[in-house]
């Protein structure tokens, strides 16, 4: 991973936060992009003064300009992209008929919309020199249903089924996908308040176990691929 670039969108916390700081360790320069910028130059700051090399940069991943921009200021400024990892998303985990339109708007604008604008624009920064990966994570509840989780989860099945198909496009290229569905992972994403469960975070997955997960993934050799990979907590985590 030594000075490999490695753009990771939702880098400002969580499962983005955790695995920049594991593969900045690596030598790779760590880009961390995210809404609120702020917070992605604090893990910045961390992964620097740690003796890594990591920048951050404001995106929206739902406004192609911005999402252009960033692509193009990468580029110009480090070079082409090796690594794209979209940690970003919103959840919501609600009755169905207790939904409001403009709340499961966002979540597939986001989820979907954002995946797609995301990788698209990234794609054509990336690095055609040698091999490259996407990773993305649908979690669980985009390979099995729950109750409540009918926009939720109809966001993470679109992801899945879009990359499943950019497989089959891209199968004569270099850039690996890889599909990561965890299991509830100890995050911001349960203080949402649309997220209506009582779950206990402490039997949660960490995001530094997500994050030795993925460094394992886009360090596979040149000849093999992760494609998809499950990981649960060994306990159960609803109340």
């Given at each position: 991973?030594?000075?490999?670039?490695?753009?990771?969108?939702?880098?400002?916390?969580g499962?983005?936060?955790?695995?920049a700081?594991?593969?900045?360790?690596?030598g790779?320069?760590?880009?961390?992009?995210?809404r609120n910028k702020?917070?992605?130059?604090?893990?910045?700051k961390?992964?620097?003064d740690?003796g890594g090399?990591a920048?951050?940069?404001q995106?929206?991943?739902?406004?192609?300009?911005?999402?252009?921009?960033?692509?193009?200021?990468?580029?110009?400024?480090?070079?082409k992209?090796?690594v794209?990892?979209?940690?970003?998303?919103?959840?919501i985990?609600?009755?169905?008929m207790?939904?409001?339109p403009?709340?499961?708007?966002e979540i597939i604008?986001?989820?979907?919309?954002?995946?797609?604008?995301?990788?698209?624009?990234?794609?054509?920064?990336m690095?055609?020199?040698e091999?490259?990966?996407?990773?993305f994570?649908?979690g669980?509840?985009?390979?099995y249903v729950m109750k409540?989780?009918?926009?939720y989860s109809?966001?993470?099945?679109?992801?899945?089924?879009?990359?499943?198909?950019?497989?089959?496009e891209q199968r004569?290229g270099?850039?690996?996908?890889?599909l990561f569905?965890l299991?509830?992972?100890?995050?911001?994403?349960?203080?949402?308040?649309?997220?209506?469960?009582?779950?206990?975070?402490?039997?949660?997955?960490?995001?530094?176990?997500v994050?030795?997960?993925?460094?394992y993934g886009?360090?596979?050799?040149?000849?093999?691929?992760?494609n998809?990979?499950?990981?649960?907590?060994?306990?159960?985590?609803?109340?």
């Amino acid at each position: 991973m030594k000075d490999k670039i490695v753009l990771i969108v939702g880098g400002s916390g969580g499962i983005g936060s955790a695995t920049a700081k594991r593969i900045a360790k690596e030598g790779a320069k760590v880009i961390l992009a995210a809404r609120n910028k702020s917070k992605a130059e604090e893990v910045a700051k961390h992964i620097n003064d740690s003796g890594g090399e990591a920048f951050a940069i404001q995106v929206d991943a739902t406004n192609q300009n911005s999402v252009a921009n960033m692509a193009q200021e990468i580029e110009e400024n480090l070079g082409k992209i090796d690594v794209l990892i979209n940690a970003f998303g919103k959840g919501i985990i609600k009755p169905f008929m207790d939904i409001d339109p403009k709340d499961a708007k966002e979540i597939i604008d986001v989820n979907v919309y954002g995946t797609f604008l995301v990788t698209q624009t990234v794609m054509k920064h990336m690095n055609t020199d040698e091999p490259t990966n996407v990773v993305f994570f649908p979690g669980t509840m985009g390979k099995y249903v729950m109750k409540n989780a009918s926009v939720y989860s109809a966001s993470k099945f679109a992801i899945q089924g879009f990359v499943k198909a950019l497989i089959e496009e891209q199968r004569r290229g270099k850039t690996k996908y890889s599909l990561f569905y965890l299991g509830g992972v100890d995050t911001a994403f349960w203080d949402d308040d649309r997220v209506d469960m009582k779950v206990k975070k402490e039997m949660m997955l960490t995001p530094e176990e997500v994050a030795e997960a993925v460094y394992y993934g886009v360090n596979q050799p040149s000849g093999s691929v992760m494609n998809e990979v499950v990981i649960q907590p060994e306990s159960h985590q609803l109340v």
